[in-house]
């Protein structure tokens, strides 16, 4: 069975190769959205696929299907991945979590904040600047190279898995409308025939799927995002082979993970890139205050938060840095965590609609870009300034 290390470093190298085709397809789609070929672009997000099927409406966009079906699978890596780090992974120990937790709340509230602070009350985008896109923050790390410390790998990759539960409970409490108890009750009775056959040790993936795609059909028709039905399925997975499986056997999660990641690292993110990061740049008339807004809250407001909390709770003697991270380096990974592309184009499709969402994708873009290169910068003086005390 493969090691928890050695899953950590899968996924990583996976998120790496994903955030440079994030990188490749999101430039792809704002030349198109932008050339002339914008109108063919857009005809082909928005044409409608689907129809009546047993008495439901399920005629949508490409994008919608995109946006609620793929990213379903997306949502379930992230569950299982959630769910992997909490059961036997870095976060399984209460004082290692610590630290990337309480850093993450910062890093979701200061953003929050500050957006509400530049467009009041009434902005319904707040949750935009609260995400943290792993592939794009991974493969920036990776291409420092030897200057970041494994330790510090984790910590990020901590931070921004507590950050996605957050940034799925802020989706599920407060993008969620019309809601249908009736689809919801369909919803637990699928999710407890999940839990049925996990107890009964049924680890045949043909006898999950039927469940999983009610569960995600019903959620669909419930009013409540049909892609928390992915978080969901993940959560339920067993992180631990079933009693008397060979040593050779691996868990339900893992052998569903190791399937679906290169999947939704290398195909799905990148369609999604595609199908949602084509936004008009419209010259003239200065910047949108949602795009501001979005931007700085991301730019600014990500590693204010994670600073200041990781700060306050090493201050109160409740943690510790980790080995070999600095103050620099911390700092550098909470400004790389302002790289918020895929979860938060995916909130701000929630949240807002028209030439104001097309603002905030470009307030996204231009936080996600410049916090990049912000912590990158940082990273690198950090870490000559760490060789040239140790010379």
């Not at 953003?111 to 920036?140: H, K, N, S």
């Not at 999604?272 to 008009?280: E, I, S, T």
């Not at 109160?316 to 302002?338: E, F, I, N, R, Y």
Request: proline residues 4%.
């Amino acid at each position: 069975m493969a090691t928890t290390q050695d899953d950590t470093r899968e996924f990583l190298s996976f998120e790496a190769l994903s955030g440079i085709v994030l990188i490749v397809c999101a430039g792809a789609a704002l030349w198109m959205a932008n050339s002339s070929w914008a109108a063919g672009y857009e005809a082909i997000w928005t044409a409608p696929v689907g129809g009546d099927v047993a008495g439901l409406d399920l005629r949508h966009s490409v994008r919608h299907w995109i946006n609620d079906g793929l990213m379903a699978l997306f949502f379930l890596v992230v569950g299982l991945e959630i769910k992997r780090e909490f059961a036997v992974g870095e976060l399984k120990d209460p004082k290692a979590a610590l630290l990337p937790a309480v850093a993450a709340i910062g890093g979701m509230l200061a953003p929050a904040a500050i957006y509400l602070a530049l467009q009041g009350t009434e902005g319904r985008g707040w949750a935009i600047p609260m995400a943290t896109d792993i592939a794009f923050v991974v493969g920036c790390l990776s291409i420092l190279g030897s200057r970041v410390p494994h330790t510090l790998k984790i910590f990020v990759l901590s931070l921004a898995i507590i950050d996605d539960l957050g940034a799925i409970m802020v989706v599920a409490l407060v993008y969620s409308k019309g809601i249908s108890w009736i689809a919801l009750a369909i919803v637990a009775a699928a999710l407890l025939g999940v839990h049925g056959l996990v107890r009964a040790r049924v680890s045949s993936l043909w006898a999950h799927a039927p469940l999983a795609f009610i569960a995600w059909l019903a959620f669909h028709e419930s009013g409540v995002h049909a892609t928390l039905s992915g978080v969901l399925l993940g959560l339920l997975a067993p992180a631990h082979p079933f009693p008397g499986a060979g040593k050779g056997d691996e868990s339900l999660l893992h052998r569903v993970e190791e399937g679906l990641h290169p999947v939704v690292a290398l195909g799905i993110m990148p369609v999604f890139a595609l199908a949602n990061a084509g936004v008009p740049l419209v010259s003239g008339g200065g910047v949108h205050p949602e795009t501001m807004a979005v931007a700085l809250g991301l730019l600014v407001g990500k590693p204010l938060g994670i600073v200041l909390f990781s700060w306050l709770a090493i201050r109160a003697g409740a943690s510790q840095l980790p080995d070999q991270v600095s103050w620099g380096l911390l700092t550098g990974a909470g400004c790389l965590a302002g790289i918020g592309f895929t979860m938060a184009a995916f909130i701000a499709g929630l949240a807002l609609e028209g030439p104001v969402l097309d603002a905030a994708k470009l307030g996204v873009m231009a936080g996600s870009a410049a916090a990049g290169l912000l912590g990158t910068t940082v990273i690198v003086l950090a870490s000559r300034k760490s060789r040239g005390r140790q010379a």
